[in-house]
């Protein structure tokens, strides 16, 4: 792929370039988080979980993958019900946010399938709130 190209087939460097890659999905995946609940303690609490930073910086999963792409479907969805729908264009520009979500939770079952288990996501993002608040000790 890609990497493997920039990184002239060594494997020292791509293994180097994916844990750089992983990092920023990392700082994406932290803003996501502060930008979906808007609370700094809980972009913390996941910013410095041991195992959050074992498992994506040290390990190098691409889980983090899963989790940035299944919440900026969430972000596009949420910020598509915020849209006041009074012209048709703010319907269109609220349908195509939506559109945008699914297909970015789509990308994330691609790479994992457990994100179908998002189908209900309203009541499992609420669980999720509430154990991060539980950790932040909100």
Known sequence: GLLNRISFSS??????????????????TTFL??????????AVCFAFNPLVLLEVLVNVHN?????????????????????????ALETIKSEMMFIDGLLFLAIAACIKYIVIALRTWPGNLYIYVRALKSCAGI
């Open 33 to 42: 988080i502060y930008k979906l609940t808007s609370r700094k303690k809980l």
């Open 63 to 87: 889980d983090i993958f899963v989790v940035f792409f299944a919440l900026l479907g969430i972000w596009f969805i949420k910020e598509g019900q915020k849209i006041e729908e009074t012209s």
């Open 11 to 28: 494997v020292a460097l791509f293994l180097y370039e994916f844990k750089i890659l992983n990092f920023i999905m990392y700082l994406a």
